[in-house]
């Protein structure tokens, strides 16, 4: 069973920049669809990034596009989350998530996602 641990959260103020790390131990990410999500509180988890088993395809929210990038590299079973110009409505856990394996197109559905880390809070200030 593969287990999810991200990291790189922290406390920032409003434009500034992080990026969020995803690792994997006792399984492989390689072949699968990885996508990033986030919980606000008093609010349900939603879809963030997702992106592709090799990386050839990625999918944003309208929210975050333009602003966050999401990437792989599978030679470290790691992907990642840059996250620019920060907002105060960007403050959530966030947490990364593996789907299944070999999909065409990363999928953005919960859902789809079986293997989840403990989440990384984010906190933007204004």
């Known amino acids: 069973q593969v287990q999810l641990a991200e990291s790189g959260g922290g406390l920032v103020q409003a434009g500034d920049s992080l990026r969020l790390s995803c690792g994997a131990s006792?399984?492989?990410?390689?072949?699968?669809?990885m996508a990033w999500f986030r919980q606000a509180p008093g609010k349900e988890r939603e879809f963030v990034a997702s992106i592709r088993y090799d990386g050839g395809t990625t999918r944003y929210a309208d929210s975050v596009k333009g602003r966050f990038t999401i990437s792989r590299d599978n030679a470290k079973s790691t992907a990642y989350l840059q996250m620019n110009s920060l907002r105060p409505e960007d403050t959530a856990v966030y947490y990364c998530?593996?789907?299944?394996?070999?999909?065409?197109?990363?999928?953005?559905?919960?859902?789809?996602?079986?293997?989840w880390g403990q989440g990384t809070q984010v906190t933007v200030s204004s």
């Open positions: 998530a593996r789907g299944g394996r070999f999909l065409p197109v990363p999928p953005v559905a919960a859902s789809s996602y079986d293997s």
């Open positions: 006792g399984g492989s990410i390689n072949r699968a669809a």
